[in-house]
């Protein structure tokens, strides 16, 4: 516990957490095993908020696709767990350790399998890179983030939720963002699908979020705008061979 660390050491992590700006990619502090238990923790409370979809089949569908991606992942061996909430909002949400949610209105809204598969990439990409976990210790108050690495459990299970939850809320940086894109059409490339097919879901999605904000708002949250974003994933996906332009079609 806390009491029983030499001072120089809690210093050094102090200064860490306070001066230091944490990568992406870099997160360290907390295990992987802990960032799983906060996912599950978390997991919980957004199934208990919104519901699961109650149809197995939906599950098998997502869970087929997402699994296939996460395998190409640099992260394989996480518990990886496909869910379809029970909301009418478009939208895919992530939870450290690889807890991958997808709405029943994201469900009608893609419009093949490659575009969910886009989707589930972008958020097992936040996961892989654990973008989740650079929040976490960026802004989580020192006391909990202590009693997390030291302790193996948070003070409760709600505490922990509340601030995943929060964090999520803001969104990720834009180079968070950024990356997650470029590594999601990476694997969603490499496990075979069309990537020239997230390029469009992009565009539709630009499109209907004018037509009505209010369903789409919390998707894919706008920082950075999503013109941007399109414009990257249209370069990467040339430099991939794809031909890109006023339509999509794979080399």
Do not use: C
Not at 46 to 65: K, M, N
Not at 118 to 129: G, S, T, W, Y
Not at 209 to 234: M, N, Y
């Amino acid at each position: 516990m806390i009491g029983k660390i030499r001072m120089p050491v809690l210093l050094m992590l102090v200064t860490a957490l306070t001066l230091v700006p944490v990568a992406p990619a870099a997160a360290a502090l907390i295990s992987t095993e802990q960032e799983i238990q906060i996912g599950r923790d978390a997991a919980a409370q957004l199934q208990a908020e919104y519901g699961l979809v109650p149809d197995p089949g939906a599950y098998a569908y997502v869970a087929s696709i997402g699994s296939r991606i996460a395998a190409t992942s640099s992260r394989p061996n996480l518990p990886w767990t496909f869910r379809v909430l029970n909301t009418s909002q478009v939208n895919a949400i992530s939870l450290p350790g690889g807890f991958i949610y997808v709405t029943r209105g994201m469900t009608s809204f893609v419009q093949s399998e490659a575009e969910l598969a886009f989707v589930l990439a972008h958020e097992i990409a936040h996961v892989d890179r654990r973008h989740h976990v650079s929040l976490i210790e960026r802004h989580m108050g020192l006391s909990l983030l202590f009693s997390i690495i030291f302790g193996g459990r948070a003070d409760t299970t709600a505490q922990i939720a509340n601030i995943v939850g929060g964090l999520l809320a803001r969104g990720f940086s834009r180079e968070a963002e950024f990356q997650a894109d470029q590594v999601g059409v990476s694997l969603v490339h490499r496990a075979g699908f069309d990537a020239g097919a997230g390029l469009a879901f992009m565009e539709r999605l630009r499109a209907a979020e004018g037509r009505d904000p209010s369903r789409f708002q919390v998707l894919f949250q706008t920082h950075p705008a999503l013109g941007d974003r399109i414009t990257r994933v249209r370069d990467q996906l040339r430099t991939l061979g794809y031909r890109v332009g006023m339509s999509v079609a794979a080399a």
